[in-house]
């Protein structure tokens, strides 16, 4: 395991944040989008069905041109390893040694992959995708037997987001999911800072986390929490989820629509601009660097429900804005999870299945522990999902009943 | 002609002094909260355009946004119900000759350190009248309370069956009306009601009888206590928002040194 960060040496520069070599052809893309969702994907010919790679346009056995991304048995055996200790590359120069190796797939194909640190050429080895600092897929070696505190070393440090000793700021700690994903943190070992507007109305601390004055809706209150937080800070968790019931045209004017803007789309925007340049700037800093964003969005940012229509409009905003926010915070990690209805007081009419906070802010700590960036968390979610990667225009015409 | 001479004298000697009755305008000061399946007022925010940057070299300014009824405002009688159909009853249309008027100020402090939930009753205007005489007609009946020096949840002090501060009951705002014929009453609380006036009958007197009368409240004042009991007069217009129910304004007293 990586110990703790030590204090830092306040004469020392903190090291600047650079990328992995990033470029990729629209190919090899294929393996980013799995990573991004935790999956594990190679080509496989629909001719021949032979398992591909590296990524091609033409299959290597048959030369056949439909190769679609498919999930394969990720299980394989370590050829070779090797440890590289120089490298001209100015991102591994400061992160040396790093081992790299060779893996026969069972599936067929042998792929170069960073191999963890304990598997010794002949073992067992079982591959994932992760994304690394770039935001782009790269594949990794680990021992089929394997703990999440085995795995903690500095390399697979780099491709994951342990929130483990790190200072985690949560912003809205009066909505549920706020209260949950700070008692969640606080377990899983990051310090936690938890905000609440309006402070002066009553509000439920969280024990152990650190309760500040924040409402994303004040430019203020954002600069002033930039002010005392905005360099302690490694995790940002936008927890301020603001969905009301009710359509275009039953809601009959902008009040409820223009606070849904203000919290899923104006409030973030302002955080982001007060500390996204602190933040991307820490991204190298020490052994728990700066590393992630997380967004709680609704599944309907996708594909507008009509009966939530103003929220899914607002949402909708949210979510470009969270994809924009992806290349500007670059190398921290911005994780979007969407989610469908969930076990609160706004959903109250509505019929199961609905997601229990708890159940959020669990995905949220795995997420950002694996290293993923797109999460849907419940069966609604995970089913809008489904349906809109399959078609959206499909799945707006069946919303739109 | 003389007496506004005279008068510009006496600002310009000090011997009548100016005091601000108005709080500072700010994204913090607490704003009255509905129940959240109701529309809400929006509280004070700002937003810079530009401070001798980029966005503009030489000059400082904001963009502010806020409800009618946010941090220190004005009350006019459309905002309620039973003041929907007088004429000119929007702060666009109220003669500006209400804007400037007496004011005397009925000292509860006392009474609501107590009592979180005092309640002014007519009993209580009849016995400060046996001290300081009849209120008179046309001007504003302000309540004293101290609430003002408060801030954040002490101010707005709201349990879980809602806000606890002071305020009238029904009787005592029919007195001021009916019997008094004021111009309107002010507090120092976010409204011009009790917290728990929604359990009068009717429901908040002060806004239904105030307001049902064609008359104007004033809320969340302050330094109340610099104002003697007679004597003060106030200084209040509203912002001119075309039909509009009531607007944050700044408060003035005139007052004697």
């Known amino acids: ?401 | 002609m003389s007496s506004l001479a005279d008068f510009a004298a006496d600002l310009a000697s000090g011997s009548i002094t100016v005091v601000d009755l108005t709080q500072t305008l700010s994204a913090d000061f607490p704003t009255i909260t509905l129940p959240p399946e109701f529309g809400q007022c929006a509280p004070f925010r700002l937003e810079e355009i530009s401070r001798y940057d980029s966005r503009g070299p030489a000059w400082y300014w904001n963009n502010f946004s806020c409800g009618e009824h946010t941090g220190t405002h004005y009350d006019a009688p459309i905002h309620w119900v039973s003041g929907k159909d007088f004429p000119n009853n929007t702060v666009d249309t109220i003669p500006a000759s209400k804007f400037i008027a007496p004011a005397v100020v009925i000292d509860c402090s006392k009474e609501t350190a107590g009592n979180h939930d005092f309640v002014l009753t007519r009993a209580v205007l009849e016995t400060w009248e046996s001290r300081h005489g009849h209120i008179p007609a046309g001007g504003w009946v302000l309540l004293r309370t101290d609430w003002s020096k408060r801030s954040g949840a002490a101010y707005a002090n709201m349990r879980e069956d809602g806000a606890h501060t002071p305020g009238p009951d029904p009787e005592a705002v029919r007195f001021l009306v009916e019997e008094r014929d004021v111009l309107g009453f002010g507090t120092e609380t976010i409204g011009t009601d009790a917290g728990q006036a929604h359990l009068f009958t009717p429901p908040y007197p002060a806004h239904f009888y105030m307001h049902g009368k064609g008359r104007y409240g004033l809320q969340c004042l302050c330094n109340l206590d610099l104002l003697p009991a007679t004597g003060a007069v106030i200084v209040s217009p509203p912002l001119k928002i075309q039909g509009g129910s009531g607007s944050p304004l700044r408060v003035l007293a005139l007052v004697m040194a």
């Open chain 1, 1 to 401: 395991m990586v110990p703790p960060p030590k204090r830092k040496n306040p004469l020392r520069r903190t090291q600047a944040p650079l990328l992995p070599p990033s470029a990729r052809s629209r190919t090899a893309l294929g393996i980013t989008a799995a990573a991004a969702q935790g999956r594990f994907v190679l080509q496989v010919c629909a001719a021949c069905e032979t398992v591909q790679y590296p990524p091609r346009e033409i299959c290597g056995a048959c030369l056949g041109d439909e190769l679609a991304w498919r999930a394969v048995p990720s299980e394989g055996t370590l050829l070779a390893a090797t440890t590289i200790r120089i490298s001209g590359d100015p991102y591994f120069r400061e992160r040396m040694p790093w081992r790299t190796g060779t893996v026969a797939m069972d599936a067929g194909p042998t792929v170069i992959a960073h191999v963890q640190a304990s598997l010794v050429p002949g073992d067992r080895a079982r591959l994932v995708q992760k994304l690394d600092r770039a935001g782009q897929g790269v594949m990794v070696a680990l021992p089929l037997a394997a703990t999440h505190d085995s795995l903690d070393d500095p390399m697979m440090r780099e491709l994951t987001n342990d929130p483990q000793d790190r200072r985690v700021l949560v912003t809205d700690g009066r909505h549920p999911i706020g209260q949950a994903v700070a008692r969640a943190l606080l377990a899983a070992g990051a310090h936690v800072v938890l905000g609440i507007a309006d402070i002066w109305k009553p509000f439920a601390s969280v024990d152990g986390a650190e309760m500040i004055e924040l409402d994303l809706t004040d430019a203020d209150s954002v600069r002033r929490c930039a002010a005392a937080y905005g360099g302690r800070l490694e995790i940002v968790v936008n927890t301020g989820l603001y969905t009301r019931p009710g359509g275009i045209l039953a809601r009959g004017d902008l009040t409820t629509a223009r606070v849904e803007m203000e919290a899923a789309y104006f409030g973030p925007m302002r955080l982001a601009q007060a500390l996204g340049p602190a933040l991307r700037s820490r991204a190298a800093d020490g052994t728990h660097p700066a590393c992630a964003w997380v967004n709680v969005l609704s599944v309907y940012a996708l594909t507008n429900l009509p009966s939530w229509g103003t929220t899914s409009a607002s949402q909708a905003a949210a979510l470009s804005l969270s994809q924009a926010l992806r290349a500007d915070l670059r190398p921290i990690r911005v994780v979007n999870v969407l989610v469908g209805p969930l076990d609160d007081e706004w959903h109250q009419t509505v019929p199961s299945p609905k997601v229990a906070p708890t159940a959020l802010a669990t995905a949220i700590v795995r997420a950002l522990r694996d290293g993923i960036e797109d999460v849907a968390v419940g069966d609604v979610a995970q089913d809008i999902l489904a349906r809109w990667l399959d078609d959206p225009k499909i799945l707006e015409r069946e919303l739109a009943t």
